[in-house]
């Protein structure tokens, strides 16, 4: 069983910075982990994923070149490091962890997932 605690959410000024932490009770060295986001009226969708080796990455296009993915395994951590964000990255974020190898962008092969931080971006 993994338990999944996101923070680093909050209000930030278009072009700005943030950095999301999800920091899970269990071990996560054998889990691919995904960050994932909700905007309201929308569904759910795939911002980035880290292999459980940390070893490949992968990143939606909307977020290619601005946001990456990192984790410490030492300390059960993922996290994500979120530049030049634009009001359309606006939204709840998602940390989850899936229990396969390789990567994945869709929502139904991660088994655990957080409560969400939300991300405001201000114009």
């Known amino acids: 069983q993994v338990q999944l605690v996101e923070s680093g959410g909050g209000l930030v000024q278009v072009g700005g910075s943030l950095r999301l932490s999800c920091i899970a009770s269990?071990?996560?060295?054998?889990?691919?982990m995904g960050w994932f986001r909700q905007a309201p009226g929308k569904e759910r969708e795939f911002v980035a994923t880290?292999?459980?080796?940390?070893?490949?990455?992968y990143y939606a296009d909307s977020v290619k070149g601005r946001f990456t993915i990192s984790r410490d395994s030492a300390e059960n951590t993922v996290y994500l490091q979120m530049n030049s964000l634009k009001p359309e990255d606006m939204a709840v974020y998602y940390c989850?962890?899936?229990?396969?190898?390789?990567?994945?962008?869709?929502?139904?092969?991660?088994?655990?997932w957080g409560q969400g931080t939300q991300v405001t971006v201000s114009s």
């Open positions: 989850a962890a899936g229990h396969f190898a390789g990567l994945s962008t869709s929502p139904t092969n991660y088994n655990y």
């Open positions: 269990g071990r996560i060295s054998n889990y691919a």
């Open positions: 880290s292999s459980w080796s940390a070893g490949s990455t």
